[in-house]
Nanobody
């Protein structure tokens, strides 16, 4: 069992930055690949970025290329999402998720989810 808790969301102006954190419980964090997803009202959950167990490989959606960066610290059981050059269309509830397989864009391949942290970008 893995419990995930996101933090770091908030209200920011367009062009600003935020850093999201996702803290995982347990001693098995390094055995899970991790992903960040987001969901805006009335829209489907959307893959943002993923990272392998070791952190050596990362994956991203085209919509955040060059603006967002995922990283992880296995000693701290934490995965991060650094978000720069934020746009109003980035407004959403952001979730982290854990998977035993390679990170993918499909939410159904993830085993555990956090409750989400709200990011709101004003224009």
């Amino acid at each position: 069992q893995v419990q995930l808790v996101e933090s770091g969301g908030g209200l920011v102006q367009a062009g600003g930055s935020l850093r999201l954190s996702c803290a995982a419980s347990g001693r098995t964090f390094s055995t899970y690949a991790m992903g960040w997803f987001r969901q805006a009202p009335g829209k489907e959950r959307e893959f943002v970025q993923g990272i392998s167990r070791s952190g050596d490989s990362t994956y991203y959606a085209d919509s955040v290329k060059g603006r967002f960066t995922i990283s992880r610290d296995n000693d701290k059981n934490t995965v991060y999402l650094q978000m720069n050059s934020l746009r109003p269309e980035d407004t959403a509830l952001y979730y982290c998720a854990a998977t035993k397989v390679r990170p993918t864009a499909a939410p159904g391949t993830y085993d555990y989810w956090g409750q989400g942290t709200q990011v709101t970008v004003s224009s």
